[in-house]
């Protein structure tokens, strides 16, 4: 049973999120030739002031960039 863990910063629609997890359980069984129905997709959200890049929080380059964060 494949468990697939992705880690996302938040503000995703309920859309985006089931087509993540559509799209990878569909990839992941056919790359490990494994029914769909044995994949199962995990997908943690963290806030962007809990995800750092380069000594720095998602948050604070969102604002350095107008809202639109790098990375």
């Known amino acids: 049973m494949p468990l697939i863990q992705v880690n996302i910063v938040e503000g995703r629609s309920p859309e985006k ?42 948050k604070k380059r969102a604002e350095k960039n107008n809202g639109l964060a790098k990375l």
């Open 17 to 58: 999120k089931e087509r993540l997890i559509r799209e990878v359980s569909n990839l992941v069984a056919e790359v490990l030739e494994a029914p769909v129905e044995t994949v199962r997709v995990m997908i943690q959200e963290m806030s962007p002031e809990h995800w750092g890049i380069a000594g720095e929080s998602v």
